[in-house]
Each structure stands twice: as C-alpha cells, then as structure tokens.
C-alpha cells in the first residue's frame, strides 16, 4: 500500500525545501505542484512561466488525480507539494485516500514575497481560504489535521522532522536534513521564476524574514488573512 502524502502550502512558504527534505528519503518520490496546469487553466490567473506550465502538465485536473496522485508509484511513499489555492474545481474525494499536510506561514511575509511576482495579489492566492477548507473537512470528518508552522519548522528542523514523521507513522531519516544544492530533476518549469532561495539551500536555514511595511493596496488582504492563519496555527504541531 503506497502512502500518499499532499503537502498543502501557502506559495512563498519554504514547501520546495519540504519537498527536497522528503526526496531525500530511500523510500519516497516526489512531485512538484502536479495540478498548477489545471489550476492556470481553470482560473485563468496570469502567473509567470504560465504558457511554459500548461505546456509541461496535464491540465486536466482530474485526469492528474487519477493518474498520478492515486495511479501506481514503485515507491512506497510519494510526497507531492502542492499549493493549496490550486485545488480548485476538482472532486475532493481523494483526499480520503491519502494523508494531507497543511503548510502554513504568516500572512505578512507570504503576502510581501508575493507581491514582487504578483502585484494584484489576493487573499485567494494566499492559500489560506482553501487551507481552512482542509481544515474543516479533516475536523469534520473527526481526522486530526496535521498543520506545520514553517518557523517551527525552520527554528527546529530536526525535532519537527521527527514529529511529522510519526504523526504519519513513518520512521524519521537524517538524510531528510539536508540536500545538494541547485535544481532538482523534479523541479517544475516555474522553477526558474521561484526557486532562487530552494536552490541555494542545503537544508533548513532560518532566516531573517523583512517586517518592512506591506504595500499600502495590500493592507485589507492582511485584514482577512491574519484570523485565518491564526486559526490554522491554534493546531499546528510542536516538536
């Protein structure tokens, strides 16, 4: 039986260096944001490297649910990032037959690193929406959520590590703390538009985030924001 694990992120969150945590597992295959083609074509966001993304997908979102989130893997766990604003006129239903990680960050940053790319950011690409979504649907169906804080994470990488990795009944590898530097065969096409800072990273650096003022346009964003990572982060996991 293959553990399918979806990794739910807010963008600008640090799930590219998850993911390379994870594919560095002698047990796990990964995969890199397989519905961004189905989301740029079912909301007809404009987002770099859009034409060079629906090229290199199948952007038919439930033909990739099919496929490749529940189709056959010769590995016996497969971690697939995701960004949780992709999911998106699909049936969720499948989200039963895998574990779901919600990966969250806050607001002020996600939204200050976005802007540079997306100047018309909203609350939608934030994640945030759908990731309460997730919530709810795991509450609801009395699951427990598993949510990671990404400064949990980074001020301690290993203790989280080891949390997660229980929470999914797998064994913890030290091989997930760190990683080669530069891009990774399973990069996305948008890699070179996002993943500069992934890149460079060897393992799970914290840094020092800006708490420069937002934009002033994007003040009532944060104002919606902010309630709904704090709710998320009520159940988010500690080492």
């Known amino acids: 039986m293959t553990l399918r694990i979806n990794c739910w992120s807010g963008p600008r969150n640090i799930s590219t260096a ?3 945590s994870f594919r560095q597992r002698s047990d796990t295959l990964v995969f890199d944001e397989p519905i961004y083609a189905h989301y740029l074509r079912a909301s007809g966001r404009e987002h770099p490297g859009r034409a060079e993304t629906l090229a290199s997908q ?4 439930d ?3 099919r496929n490749l989130i529940l189709g056959p893997h010769p590995s016996p766990i497969v971690f697939l990032k995701m960004m949780s604003h992709h999911l998106i006129d699909l049936d969720t239903t499948f989200l039963r037959r895998c574990r779901n990680i919600l990966l969250i960050r806050d607001p002020h940053h996600v939204l200050r690193s976005l802007s540079v790319n997306i100047p018309d950011v909203n609350l939608g690409d934030t994640g945030l929406e759908s990731q309460i979504d997730l919530l709810d649907s795991i509450l609801n169906a009395d699951g427990d959520p598993i949510v990671v804080d990404s400064a949990a994470l980074l001020a301690d990488p290993e203790g989280m590590l080891r949390k997660m990795c229980s929470v999914l009944e797998i064994s913890f590898e030290d091989a997930m703390l760190s990683w080669p530097s530069g891009p990774k ?3 996305g096409t948008w890699a070179v538009h996002w993943y500069a800072n992934a890149h460079a990273s060897t393992g799970f650096l ?3 985030p800006s708490n420069d003022p937002l934009p002033t ?3 009532p964003v944060l104002e919606a924001a902010r309630p709904l990572y704090e709710r998320l982060l009520e159940h988010s996991l500690s080492p």
């Open 185 to 187: 065969p399973e990069d």
């Open 18 to 20: 998850l993911m390379y």
């Open 63 to 65: 033909a990739v649910v």
């Open 217 to 219: 346009h994007l003040g």
């Open 58 to 61: 199948d952007p038919d979102g």
């Open 206 to 208: 914290a840094g020092i």
